[in-house]
């Protein structure tokens, strides 16, 4: 239950505990190491008000069980299947015995990947990301799994592409 980002640039973090599903997302990283240089990340307290905003904007029935809320914590996370360190998490659905449902968001991901990002299009970034997570613990009430299987995909797809390419630079 997580959303991951593919950046091409590597990143040295510490490697999180690995999580069922996952779903990769391009970037290139030209253009975002380009922007950063002429433009600084939003800071934390701001992005944890626009969080709140897009949640206020979601259907109450949304948040049935979901005990724990929503949570902004400011590390990075890395993914362990990502090659290279470069799978970000950006949120998680978690549902655990001690701490119930809720959802983390994590801001040193989304400023890694989308710091360069105007006000107005780090919130479309942050609103999918939280609607992703909100999607798994609709599905995780229902029974459903149909969104672990597409993030399964995503990154079945992105194993094979890397195989590609170390094949590639190889020959």
């Known amino acids: 239950m997580i959303i991951l980002c593919k950046a091409a640039s590597r990143v040295k973090a510490r490697i999180c505990q690995p999580a069922a599903t996952w779903r990769t997302m391009r970037r290139n990283s030209r253009l975002v190491l380009a922007a950063k240089a002429h433009d600084a990340m939003i800071d934390i307290d701001t992005v944890q008000s626009m969080l709140e905003e897009v949640a206020a904007e979601l259907p109450e029935e949304f948040y049935r069980e979901l005990n724990g809320g929503i949570l902004l914590l400011p590390e990075m996370k890395m993914n362990p299947i990502g090659r290279g360190d470069d799978l970000y998490v950006m ?3 978690r549902n655990t015995r001690n701490m119930g449902r809720y959802i983390v968001i994590y801001y040193g991901s989304f400023e890694r990947l989308y710091g360069h990002l105007s006000p107005g299009a780090l919130r479309k970034r942050l609103a999918k990301t939280l609607k992703h997570e909100f ?5 995780s009430l229902a029974g459903e799994r149909a969104l672990e299987r597409e993030d399964a995909e995503f990154i079945r797809k992105y194993l094979e592409e890397v ?9």
């Open 135 to 139: 999607t798994h613990h609709l599905e």
């Open 91 to 93: 949120g998680e659905y």
């Open 163 to 171: 195989a590609r390419d170390e094949i590639a630079s190889d020959e």
